[in-house]
């Protein structure tokens, strides 16, 4: 065989090759950048949502409409506890704009004016439940939380009695998770693994006592977003205020306070 014709093999032997990768590149189409990297994800906090709001954590329901209009409009998406859960853990991919909603205390509105108004628009929240509050005056009933459950509106632990475990000894961290834990499961028959802590404050108890108890998340209300390298045990919300403008709505969700 010739040079020249060796050399010519050579060649079209690396073309071979080149074009080969080139179209197993193409088969396998782009990857979701979500899926490989860290994504942000903004939390928020919701308290009481009513046509009449007085006080810090009382918001307007006409407001809230608007919040979930311009949630739609500008493409982001409600997330499952589930889905927050996956992502976090670098599990699952995120949608573009994703973001999670939550609610503390398990108020009666949450069943006469949010539902309705998430419902019309299509998304989903989360429920953080004071179980010794459920089936009294101004809160929702078991019956309420059992037929929320599983349609896209999650109920997770808020513990018994809703006081800041910040300073409380092991044993009573402990009691009031973990009974809060088993009396939704009681409710739902679901058995929840994230908690939001009242007020906000925590310490390495809280976390000793969540880890022992199975619960796998914990959020504050502090401000920021979340990711995959956020303590898990310490995850900001953003909270939601009366007089909140959509101008600061739109601050919250892109920057976390």
């Not at 090759?17 to 080139?22: A, E, G, K, T, Y």
């Not at 782009?30 to 919701?46: F, M, R």
């Not at 493409?75 to 599990?91: A, E, H, P, R």
Request: hydrophobic share 35%; proline share 4%; net charge positive.
């Amino acid at each position: 065989m010739s040079k020249t014709l060796k050399i010519c093999k050579k060649y079209f032997v690396t073309a071979v090759i080149l074009i080969s990768m080139v179209c197993m590149v193409v088969s396998v189409g782009p990857i979701n950048a979500n899926a490989a990297t860290s994504v942000n994800v903004p939390v928020l906090c919701y308290h009481v949502v009513t046509n009449n709001p007085s006080g810090t954590y009382q918001f307007s329901l006409s407001e809230f409409k608007n919040q979930l209009a311009y949630l739609k409009k500008n493409g982001y998406t409600t997330l499952s506890m589930n889905q927050f859960i996956q992502i976090m853990n670098n599990k699952a991919a995120a949608p573009s704009k994703p973001i999670l909603l939550t609610f503390d205390d398990c108020t009666s509105d949450f069943a006469s004016n949010v539902v309705p108004a998430l419902s019309q628009y299509g998304m989903k929240a989360t429920q953080f439940v004071v179980s010794s509050w459920v089936n009294t005056s101004g809160h929702l009933t078991s019956a309420q939380l059992k037929s929320f459950s599983g349609k896209g509106y999650d109920i997770q632990c808020h513990t018994v009695s809703h006081i800041s475990l910040k300073g409380q000894s092991y044993s009573k961290q402990y009691s009031e998770i973990q009974n809060n834990k088993t009396a939704i499961n009681s409710y739902t028959g679901i058995t929840p693994s994230v908690l939001a802590y009242p007020y906000g404050p925590y310490d390495q108890n809280t976390i000793t006592a969540q880890q022992n108890s199975g619960i796998k998340m914990g959020f504050t209300v502090n401000g920021g977003l979340c990711n995959s390298s956020t303590n898990k045990y310490a995850l900001p919300r953003a909270v939601i205020v009366n007089g909140d403008s959509l101008t600061t709505f739109a601050r919250k969700i892109t920057k976390g306070y």
